[in-house]
Structure formats: structure tokens, C-alpha cells
């Protein structure tokens, strides 16, 4: 290590994260376009939490209001006890955000950029303490030989790894990742991943959004999913993989499916998924096959993964117990 | 407090080193442009006119600073704006914990940087070309900056409206660029008919090139006095309006 790295809290009392009943309508020509309705849920310092959801879930407009890019319509979102309205200064400094876009100033070096960046939140440009941090953050991010090359000379991937230093350049305890890994190599996911898992486990608390749920299961401890700007699920993600139907068939065949299993069935080319809660279920999903005549090849049963999971909630088949509570108790019940 | 000024300076560095680091486009450029109107006037009319008993050179040159004072001080903020908005580089400045009063005086800070190497750049240059004396600094000094300050919010006002390239060069070509043209820059205000003399006086342009002109001459269309006034008066609508358009976020924070 060049040089220590300490978050720049200690153990606060107060949610590292938090939104409460947070709307978002925007006017267009067509109407009042509701972007996100009435979404309520703290992230607690320290965790690695995921946000999911499809494309136009209200992933986007969630932190770009926790960003300070756009303007909740109702409700308040806090940093670290400090909204980001009111007292949006310290709110954004306790921030680090890493955008979706992949956007550069092309007027300034990889070096240049990461003390402007950090001269903003007030870190010293001059500073060769400072200077260490970036030296060390451009050799985890794998860009110390890109020090003094222009923006416009980095490829996609490096451009991306720039983003992520820009967004922890003024150490913030908070960083925010929406869709980092969005078209980049399996070398710079690794690198990213495992730079960003030191970082949570010294103690800094990750909001990750992102479309591979095979990365939020692995790296996030609690999950929220979001459908039509609305929480549909809020748990743990072991909570949420043992929650729904823990059980998936997969196998590979020629001929149609069965329509009575159709609607349960994940079909991409000749792979079938097919989600069951216990042995009963497979034993009538195979039996419905046989009685159809079909000839299952490479046939495997396996664990459901979050994948899984996120499509039948997406699919409104099911609700994690979290969830359930919804109707009877407010929203921030639900935080775990 | 640190961190606010930190930040602030900061924006005013980067914004001035944008354009330093393009100064063939941003500085010599309009240097060479303010040359050619002065030695092609110049050669044309310097023989046949004297204004405010002076050549007509002599007189065309402080004309020509301003006006490149004041179309570069637009062009800073409105291009460097506008860039950040199009490309999305803007997301930079959005995430940072600047106020709007921090934005506000880095890019209008940095507007006037850039007006001033501009117009110290003409007026080197164009100095050699016909004798020039300074009556009174104070005046130069004043125009130049209020005049840079008033086109750097202008700019930033227009950047934050302009939603794409094509805007800001049809508020240049169509607004700035006659104001600036039409406000005495080539001719006193006196040789035109009434109603054009009129018209004139209601140009804030025309003020801040008399204004700028008497520092050099010690004689002007109108008073310096109620030059610095119109200008001054201007400069306070055109900022109170350009920072109620960053404090609302104007076409930038949805």
C-alpha cells in the first residue's frame, strides 16, 4: 500500500443511505411520466447492497437523486444523516458516485482529471499526499502506465476505470456504482470487484446497481428490486434465494414445451428452466413431460440463483416474506 | 470554508487551463481576426476619416480590444457549458459539492481570464499599427472587467438554455455578434443619423466600448459616468439572473 486509506467516518449512528417515501414525477408532453413512486429504505454502513431491476425500473432516477442530478418530486434522501438537499455540501462529500454514462473530459490527462476531480471536494490539488492516493488508486485500477495519457487515447475499459478512480478520488465512506461494469473485459471486472470489495471491507458502504446478477450475488449482502419505480423486494440476498422457489430443472430439448408448464418456463434456444419449490413439483414436472412424450436431454437439478429469483419477482410470482409485511406495517419496516 | 474556496478554485484552474490548452483557438485566433479588420479598415479608411480628433486607426483599436474582450468572454463559458452538457461531462460538476455561487465564479472568473488575454493580446499586437496613449487606466481597467463579467454570465446563461451546439452559435451570430458590431466599435455613434444614434443608446454594448474608448482618448459619445452606470446596471440583471439559473439548476438537474 502507498499510502493508508481511512474512511472518513466513525461507525455513525445514522443509516449510511437513506430514502424515505421518495417520488419522482416528470412532466412530458404525453403527461405526468411517474418515475418512481414512494420508495422508502435505509443502507446501513458498511454493507455491499444491490439495487436491481429492469431496464426503466427507476434504478437510475433513484441515484440520480441521491447524486443531486435530479430533484425527488416527494419524500427526502440523507447521506450519512445529511440531506442531500438541504445540506447537499457534506451529503456530496460523503459521496463517490460512478456513472452509468461512459463520459470524459478530453482536454486533460488520466492525472489531471483525478485532481481537478479531486479539488472540487476540496482535496488539495498540490498536495503530494494526495498524489499518493491517486498513484495508488491508478495501480489498483491497473492505469499507472496510463498516468499522463490524454482521456482520448484510453480505450472503453480504461475510460471506465478512470470513472471509478474520479468517484473515490476525495475518499468518500459512501461510493455509489451504477452499472459499472456495463460492456467491459473480465480482467477489469475482476480488478474492479476486488478492489472495491477491499474497500467495503474497510469499512466503506457500496451501492451497486447492475444488470449480471451473478455479480450482486456474490458481492451484495442485502438486495433491493425495483419494478415500475416501486421496492417489490427488500432482503438479504441469502433470504432471497432461499425465499422463492429454491429448486430449478434444467435441461435441453428439440420439441415445444408442454403448455401447462409453459408459463413457469425459461426457454432460451434449446435450454429449459423450469423453477419447482420441492421434489413433488419435479416429480410432476417430469411427469408431465413424460406424458407429453418429450425427451429431456443433459437434465440437471440445481439451485435456484438470483437470477432466478429476480425474474420470478419480476414476473410477479412472487414476494420475498420481507415483502410480504408491506401491507401490514409502514415501509421502513422492511429494512433488514 | 477551505473546501468551498478549494473547490471553487479549482473549477476557475480547469476552466482556464481548458482554454490555454487550445490558445491557438482560443487566443491567437481572434488576435489574428481583430489584425485583419484592423489593417483592412485601417488601410481603407485611415486616410479620410478622424473621429474624436484622432486617426481612424488609433481610434479602431480600443474598439477592437473590447470587442474581443467581450466575444471571448462569451464564448469561455458558453462553449466550455455547453461541451460539458452534450457530452456528459457536466456529471463531474453535478456530483461535487459547489454551490452555485462556486460555479457562478469560477466560469464568469475564467470568462474574464480569457477576455483579458484576448484583448492584451490585440492590443499588443495592433499597438504597433497607429500611436495609442492611455488617459486614464481606471476606465480600461473597469470596462474590461465589468464588460468581460457581464458576457461570461451571459454565457453561462445561454450554455444553460442551449441544449445543443446549434443554439449557442445562433445566440452568438444573432445576438452578440450585431450588438457588438453595431455598438461603435468602427464608427462614433455621432456620424449616425437620429434614430440609429437613438437605437444606439439603447445597446449596453455601446456603453462598454465608449466607456472603454475614453479610458484611452479621454473623450467619448456619451460620459464614462453614465457608461459605468448602464454597465453596471446591466452586469447586476444579467448575474442575478444567471445565478437564479444555477440555484435552480436550470436545464441541468431534472
Known amino acids: ?336 | 470554508m477551505t473546501a468551498i474556496f478549494s473547490g471553487t478554485r479549482t473549477l476557475l484552474y480547469k476552466e482556464v487551463l481548458r482554454f490555454w490548452k487550445v490558445s491557438f483557438q482560443t487566443v491567437a485566433a481572434p488576435v489574428l481576426t481583430a489584425v485583419l479588420y484592423l489593417l483592412i479598415f485601417g488601410h481603407v479608411l485611415e486616410d479620410h476619416v478622424k473621429v474624436h480628433g484622432v486617426g481612424y486607426t488609433s481610434f479602431l483599436i480600443p474598439g477592437l480590444v473590447m470587442m474581443s474582450v467581450l466575444q471571448n468572454a462569451f464564448a469561455n463559458s458558453s462553449s466550455s457549458l455547453i461541451q460539458s452538457k452534450i457530452t456528459g461531462n457536466l456529471v463531474f460538476l453535478l456530483v461535487a459539492p459547489l454551490s452555485h455561487w462556486a460555479w457562478f465564479c469560477a466560469y464568469v472568473g475564467a470568462s474574464i481570464v480569457r477576455g483579458v488575454v484576448v484583448g492584451a493580446g490585440v492590443l499588443f499586437v495592433t499597438a504597433w499599427f497607429a500611436p495609442l496613449h492611455v488617459d486614464n487606466a481606471a476606465w480600461i481597467i473597469a470596462f474590461t472587467v465589468m464588460g468581460a463579467a457581464l458576457m461570461g454570465s451571459l454565457g453561462l446563461v445561454a450554455g444553460l438554455w442551449a441544449e445543443k451546439f446549434d443554439q449557442i452559435a445562433a445566440f452568438q451570430n444573432f445576438i452578440v455578434m450585431p450588438m457588438t458590431f453595431l455598438s461603435g466599435v468602427f464608427y462614433s455613434v455621432k456620424s449616425l443619423p437620429p434614430l440609429a444614434q437613438a437605437v444606439s443608446h439603447l445597446n449596453p454594448f455601446f456603453y462598454m466600448i465608449d466607456g472603454f474608448r475614453h479610458g484611452f482618448f479621454g473623450v467619448s459619445d456619451v460620459s464614462p459616468w453614465t457608461s459605468l452606470a448602464v454597465v453596471g446596471a446591466s452586469l447586476c440583471v444579467v448575474c442575478g439572473l444567471c445565478l437564479h439559473l444555477l440555484r435552480i439548476g436550470y436545464k441541468i438537474r431534472h
Open chain 1, 1 to 336: 500500500m502507498a499510502a493508508a486509506y481511512n474512511p472518513a467516518f466513525s461507525a455513525p449512528p445514522m443509516p449510511a443511505i437513506s430514502f424515505q417515501n421518495v417520488g419522482k414525477t416528470y412532466n412530458s408532453p404525453r403527461g405526468a411520466v411517474h418515475a418512481l413512486g414512494d420508495v422508502s429504505f435505509d443502507i446501513e454502513p458498511g454493507e455491499f447492497f444491490g439495487l436491481l431491476g429492469p431496464n426503466g425500473a427507476g434504478k437510475t432516477t433513484l441515484i440520480s437523486i441521491l447524486a443531486g442530478l435530479a430533484r425527488a418530486s416527494r419524500g427526502t434522501v440523507s447521506v450519512l444523516g445529511h440531506d442531500v438537499v438541504s445540506d447537499f455540501a457534506a451529503a456530496r462529500r460523503s459521496l463517490g458516485i460512478v456513472p452509468q454514462e461512459l463520459v470524459f473530459d478530453p482536454f486533460f490527462s488520466v492525472r489531471e482529471a483525478l485532481r481537478i476531480q479531486g479539488g472540487y471536494f476540496g482535496v488539495r490539488t498540490d498536495k503530494r499526499a494526495n498524489d499518493a492516493w491517486i498513484d495508488e488508486l491508478l495501480e489498483n485500477l491497473g492505469l499507472a502506465d496510463k498516468a499522463n495519457a490524454n482521456m482520448r487515447q484510453l480505450s472503453g475499459g480504461m475510460k471506465r476505470r478512470v470513472l471509478v478512480a474520479q468517484a473515490l478520488v476525495h475518499r468518500p465512506p459512501v461510493i455509489v456504482l451504477d452499472e459499472p461494469t456495463a460492456g467491459v473485459d473480465v480482467e477489469l471486472r475482476q480488478t474492479l470487484w476486488q478492489f472495491i470489495a477491499r474497500l467495503n471491507k474497510e469499512g466503506h458502504t457500496v451501492l451497486l446497481t447492475t444488470h449480471y446478477l451473478e455479480e450482486a450475488e456474490a458481492l451484495c449482502s442485502r438486495i433491493a428490486m425495483l419494478k415500475l419505480g416501486k421496492v417489490v423486494a427488500l432482503d438479504r440476498t441469502s433470504a432471497l434465494l432461499a425465499g422463492t422457489a429454491s429448486t430449478m430443472l434444467r435441461f435441453k430439448m428439440d420439441a415445444p414445451l408442454p403448455p401447462q408448464l409453459a408459463a413457469q418456463s425459461r426457454v432460451t434456444g434449446r435450454i429449459v428452466q423450469i423453477t419447482a419449490h420441492d421434489a413433488a413439483e419435479v416429480e410432476r414436472i417430469l411427469g408431465v413431460l413424460r406424458q407429453a412424450g418429450c425427451q429431456p436431454e443433459d437434465l440437471e437439478i440445481g439451485r435456484a440463483d438470483l437470477e432466478d429469483v429476480f425474474l420470478e419477482i419480476m414476473s410477479g410470482a412472487a414476494l420475498t416474506p420481507a415483502l410480504s409485511q408491506r401491507d401490514s406495517e409502514p415501509q421502513r419496516s422492511l429494512a433488514v
